[in-house]
């Protein structure tokens, strides 16, 4: 079974070119799959029935994992299956039948603009890391780009003069993003006072964010600091990265951007994405217009 599960593991990462964070979910999710049907005495994936996928995904349910972590299981395993009933592993698919539990559609959390000054003027730029920190949270907020693509900017992807950055998105595509005039500073200071200090025998020359051990800012080292930086700005509220993308596309559409530009901006495959921020914008229009017009 793992032989075929292994060549599976080469087409996501090598064919379809999935990002880190979907390989490695793919590969977590089908080990703990692989993993019950040995349990259940399957050691061929010719003698996977039915029954053991829906024996498997009530497990899931009886665990208690939200419906989003169930449905990702059984998407994982369906297109496992897939690739084995195409390389001719298997002659059926056991998994055909099996639906996905439904989820309910949640708008994405934001956070306001006046939260978003807080939380960009909390950390301390007298220090090294502090100067990190400002120009990483300002050109988050400035850009909406996602994590990953924050930590892995190198030197040469910054264009202070021109104002903007080079990012590679998880599917590969290379796009151009903007930044204004507070992210520009910040970084300014950053590459011009910050980065020096923090630099040490294990630093490469291309890396631009860098942590205490002056090798590259890792997404979970920046999850960390964002969390610290809520709490200094009296953030209650549940603060992600992502969070911080929400916001921008948010704030952006309700200040009168386009959505296709926005769409650009946070490399959007589908405008669908970016549509969901809309409604977020038209309801900060309604709030506006019940607190300021006096016939309301």
């Known amino acids: 079974m793992y032989e075929q599960f292994h060549q599976y593991l080469k087409v996501l990462k090598y064919e379809r070119k999935l990002s880190t964070n979907s390989y490695q979910s793919y590969e977590r999710d089908l080990k ?10 399957v050691t061929e994936w010719n003698r996977v029935h039915k029954h053991h996928v829906m024996k498997y995904v009530s497990m899931l349910k009886e665990a208690n994992l939200k419906s989003a972590t169930i449905a990702r299981h059984i998407v994982s395993i369906r297109a496992l299956f897939h690739f084995l009933l195409l390389e001719d592993h298997i002659s059926f698919d056991p998994s ?8 309910t559609k949640q708008q ?22 502090g100067l990190r920190d400002k120009a990483m949270l300002e050109l988050l907020y400035a850009t909406g780009i996602r994590v990953s ?7 040469e992807h910054i264009h202070l003069s021109l104002g903007f950055i080079q990012c590679m998105s998880p599917s590969g595509k290379e796009r151009f993003v903007p930044f204004g ?8 200071s950053y590459m011009k006072d910050g980065r020096e200090q923090l630099v040490t025998e294990r630093t490469s020359a291309e890396m631009l964010f860098l942590n205490h051990l002056g090798t590259r800012m890792t997404r979970q080292g920046f999850w960390k600091l964002l969390k610290k930086y809520g709490q200094l700005a009296g953030i ?3 603060l992600t990265p992502h969070t911080l993308r929400h916001s921008v596309a948010a704030h952006l559409l309700q200040n009168g951007a386009d959505v296709y530009a926005v769409q650009e901006l946070l490399g959007h495959v ?3 994405s ?3 921020y809309a409604t977020l914008a038209k309801s900060g229009v309604k709030d506006a217009y019940r607190n300021a017009h006096p016939r309301a």
């Open 32 to 41: 703990k799959f692989i993993a019950y049907l040995e349990d259940q005495g």
């Open 96 to 103: 055909i039948y099996i639906e996905a539990p439904k989820q």
């Open 108 to 129: 994405p959390k934001t956070i306001t603009q006046e939260t978003a000054t807080a939380l960009l003027n909390a950390p301390n730029v007298t220090t090294a890391s």
């Open 149 to 155: 693509e924050l930590v892995s900017l190198n030197v």
């Open 181 to 188: 005039s507070y992210a520009k500073e910040a970084l300014e």
């Open 236 to 238: 209650e509220e549940e």
């Open 270 to 272: 589908d405008i669908v």
């Open 274 to 276: 970016t549509m969901k």
